[in-house]
């Protein structure tokens, strides 16, 4: 080794993030997302390199804060909303009230960009959309969270976005799962879900990344614009070559289990402790795997010996079985071994034999790897007590992102916002709160 | 603002189709160099060259980028991949042979007229190679590395292990979550685990770009994909602290908001959800009106099994109509032929109708986000091996015919393998 990895790891170290400057310092975010999960990830992100998020729920709390698998709530709030809570201060704001909507036009005066999950008609007819605050704010940045987008045919469909409704309408469980034998089909041969909110995380990725790109219009031309997101596309995107296939060979893509139509090996394979993913899909890297199992002549084996070949149906199929009559006495640490012992001795294309445990969560955080990289952070909360958490993914040498509070109860900064941002005085406060507003 | 459920929207004209051309990009001037294969790399430049970026992509002479070879059943259309296209958008294609040293040179000249630089090498192979972010930052102070990798530049993993989409969907949990009870854990029929850590790199990269705005100083990205999926697992990690237990398989039930899920219907799958009392009584409602009776008192009147009792007699259509009469939501579940059909996403340009200068019509997905002022688009699609050479070699660095030619004796650039997935299209050869 060239000794890379020590210097990228003290040049990375997140140990040493907070002496660093932040990328988006100065930047404020507004978001009004009450129940939706992909504007808190929008958030969140923007929150992490450094932006000041206030996310304004509605008095009494957001909804979302009541999302609670198997029942479990801390302090009245369940572990998704605190998986996701990070980095914000929280205000809370009736927008059904004059009063509420007037100074929520203060606070967008103030504010650099607004996450909303809400209806962009509603916020139009309530003067609180994006033409009527740009009027005032030139600059800002709205960016609109919803199901189909809020524009075109389906635009006025009038679905309240969720993870469940964005994975549907994205064709990614169209593609996940067992194929049917049958009917009628047993219960889990069905399109299925990822087991995550995968749906509504994307969607909140894709609006973190067009609210910088549209950062970086705004620093070249000071002009502000919106941004449109539709949670369906953005798990849409990554769902291959769709449309291409369609396009050019009018085909597309269904459901077949954990194979893979364009490349193979490319599988889950049963191993003594459970399951591993196994690829060695181009030719080099097959006979090279064809090597370690100790079935050399397979590489020749008209069945297997072009990448054409391999993706067969009938020859996966006959693949599997044959992976699989290897590896079933081999725990999948032995496995990873044996394909390290033999590929660290090459490199190019005859080296791309890949593997990894198909781990449970408690795997994962049983690998010192994950916990020497800070990949997870345990979190003493005043409130919420002892959470685990997963810490931003991005390792960098300037300017990293950091996990810096957990969560708060709803409206625990109104003092902090409404007297120190806006100047109310204490006494307006107090009305405001007394006359449930805030 | 009484309720988030849809009205009419005004939006429609600032995102225009035809005017998008005319709009200015969100990232011109923003000049990306890829030296990667496959996905994860190719992705994240891919998504900055949507928006205006102009994205240099480095192959290897004759076979270039590996996935190239990647094709569905065997498939390629007019010499080309139809998977290889949908990551390579945008781009000038360059062919480098960066395991010579005229090559490493041409390479950091390149990256020193750069403002970002996206690679998805095992870690340490580009420093090996001397045009890692340590050399290459001594010319260009500026450069914005982002370093794509499976597990990270550094840690127990980092030594030499490789990764595909699935390693990381593998490794992160997520697989193991996905799927049913009492059955294998079930991987994404698609490449997840590339598309999602290419989001998150180049989300990085942009906020690294507004840090620079500032500072003038470039910095390192290391992203790991496997890392990047274990960002997005939501509750599962506070839930393995409290409870010291596993979170279970749940099929296709949403255990944070049931008895949202997908259901089995008479023509098909549909999605139901109920995020609130409001709409699980709407639900509940539909439910009642469908069987003529009030459904009996008690605790489980919105079982799983009840709703999907429900689902199971009806079309897509009607569980639809009945989801906007009673107040709560519902989607079909689709798939690629659906989209490709479907003029909503047409004119989202979600579905992007290309004219493409080499291959000519040929649809593809556009943009994600809509922007009104800086839309992205999609101006090209993928190209042969090396078929942007005498446009970087000469236009950007300046260089000669003779000195072009002499690179290409060396064999230092060139241009593609005479095979299918790196030529041009029949009888389109320059």
């Not at chain 1, 932040?22 to 992490?48: D, T």
């Not at chain 1, 004059?98 to 209806?119: H, P, Q």
């Not at chain 1, 199929?317 to 992976?323: E, G, H, N, S, Y």
């Not at chain 2, 340590?134 to 980092?158: H, K, M």
Request: contains cysteine.
């Amino acid at each position: 080794m060239s000794g890379f990895d020590a210097w990228a790891e003290a040049a990375t170290d997140p140990g040493k993030a907070a002496g660093k400057p932040e990328a988006l310092a100065g930047m404020r975010v507004l978001e009004i997302c009450p129940g939706h999960f992909g504007g808190m990830v929008a958030s969140s992100i923007l929150g992490e390199f450094g932006a000041e998020v206030i996310k304004v729920e509605p008095p009494g709390g957001d909804p979302a804060r009541r999302y609670a698998p198997e029942g479990i709530t801390i302090e009245g709030t369940g572990l998704p909303f605190l998986s996701e809570a990070r980095n914000r201060r929280f205000a809370t704001l009736s927008l059904d009230e004059d009063e509420g909507r007037e100074i929520f036009r203060r606070l967008a005066r103030g504010a650099d960009v607004i996450v909303t999950s809400e209806s962009v008609a509603r916020m139009d007819e309530a003067g609180i959309g994006h033409a009527a605050l740009s009027v005032e704010n030139p600059g800002l940045i709205f960016l609109a969270l919803s199901l189909y987008g809020s524009f075109g045919p389906c635009a006025d469909r009038p679905a309240r976005d969720s993870d469940i409704l964005c994975q549907a309408l994205s064709g990614a469980p169209h593609i996940i799962g067992e194929p049917e034998e049958g009917s009628p089909p047993l219960p889990h041969q069905a399109p299925t879900r990822l087991g995550n909110w995968h749906g509504w995380f994307t969607q909140g990725l894709w609006g973190a990344f067009g609210v910088l790109a549209a950062l970086r219009f705004r620093a070249e031309t000071g002009k502000g614009q919106f941004v449109d997101v539709s949670g369906a596309e953005g798990l849409m995107k990554f769902v291959d070559y769709n449309i291409t296939w369609m396009h050019t060979a009018g085909k597309s893509r269904r459901r077949i289990g954990n194979f893979d139509p364009a490349v193979f090996p490319y599988t889950y394979i049963k191993c003594r402790d459970g399951h591993t993913f196994m690829a060695a899909y181009n030719d080099e890297a097959f006979e090279s795997l064809m090597t370690i199992i100790g079935r050399p002549e397979l590489a020749s084996d008209p069945r297997f010996s072009s990448p054409a070949a391999r993706v067969r149906m009938e020859n996966e199929k006959a693949l599997q079985a044959i992976l699989e009559e290897w590896s079933q006495h081999l725990t999948a640490d032995e496995i990873l071994r044996a394909i390290e012992e033999h590929t660290s001795k090459k490199s190019g294309p005859g080296a791309a034999v890949v593997t990894g445990r198909v781990n449970r969560p408690l795997e994962t955080l049983a690998e010192a790897n994950w916990r020497e990289r800070e990949c997870f952070a345990g979190v003493d909360d005043p409130v919420y007590g002892n959470l685990l958490l997963a810490a931003p993914p991005w390792k960098m040498s300037a300017t990293p992102a950091r996990l810096k509070s957990v969560c708060k109860r709803p409206g625990a900064d109104n003092g902090e916002i409404y007297c120190g941002l806006l100047g109310l005085s204490a006494a307006e406060v107090d009305s405001l709160s007394a006359r449930g507003v805030i | 603002m009484p309720s988030d459920r849809a009205g009419r929207s005004s939006a429609g004209a600032a995102f225009s189709l035809a005017e998008i051309s005319s709009k200015p990009e969100a990232l011109e001037g923003i000049r990306v160099i890829e030296l990667a294969t496959r996905i994860f790399g190719p992705a994240t430049s891919d998504y900055l060259g949507e928006f205006g970026a102009e994205v240099i992509k480095v192959e290897l002479p004759l076979r270039g980028d590996l996935m190239r070879y990647v094709a569905p059943e065997g498939f390629y259309w007019k010499e080309v991949s139809p998977a290889f296209l949908s990551l390579n958008r945008n781009k000038l294609h360059v062919a480098i042979d960066v395991r010579l040293p005229d090559g490493k040179e041409l390479f950091a000249r390149i990256a020193g007229k750069s403002d970002v630089l996206v690679e998805n090498l095992r870690a340490g192979t580009m420093d090996e190679w001397g045009i890692g972010y340590r050399q290459l930052r001594e010319r260009n102070p500026g450069l914005i590395y982002a370093a794509n990798s499976g597990f990270g530049q550094w840690g127990p993993y980092s030594r030499g292990r490789a990764s595909y989409d699935a390693t990381a969907q593998a490794v992160s949990g997520m697989s193991a979550i996905t799927g049913f009870p009492g059955h294998p854990p079930v991987k994404a029929g698609f490449w997840v685990g590339d598309y999602t850590a290419a989001l998150f790199s180049a989300i990085s990269i942009l906020a690294a770009l507004e840090a620079r705005r500032r500072t003038g100083e470039g910095q390192l990205i290391d992203i790991s994909q496997a890392e990047a999926m274990i960002r997005t697992l939501d509750w599962t990690w506070p839930y393995a602290g409290l409870t010291g237990k596993d979170r279970p398989r749940a099929g296709n039930l949403d255990p944070a908001l049931p008895p949202s899920g997908i259901y089995r219907c008479a023509d098909g799958y549909v999605a139901i959800s109920a995020r609130d009392e409001a709409e699980r009584a709407g639900l509940l409602d539909a439910m009642n009106a469908a069987s003529g009776q009030a459904a009996a008192a008690g605790g489980d009147r919105l079982s799983a099994g009840l709703v999907a009792a429900f689902a199971a007699s009806r079309t897509q259509a009607e569980i639809l109509r009945a989801a906007e009469g009673s107040g709560f939501s519902a989607a079909p579940v689709v798939g690629g032929e659906d989209h490709y059909r479907d003029p909503h996403l047409r004119a989202r340009g979600t579905v992007w109708e290309l004219d493409d200068p080499l291959y000519g019509r040929i649809d593809e997905y556009g943009p994600v986000p809509k922007l009104s002022e800086s839309p992205g688009r999609i101006k090209w699609t993928a190209k042969p091996v090396g078929y942007h050479n005498e446009k970087v070699f000469s236009g950007l660095l300046g260089l000669s015919r003779e000195e072009v030619q002499d690179l290409e004796r060396k064999k230092v650039i060139g241009k593609w393998a005479d095979a299918p997935g790196a030529r041009p299209p029949v009888g389109m050869e320059r």
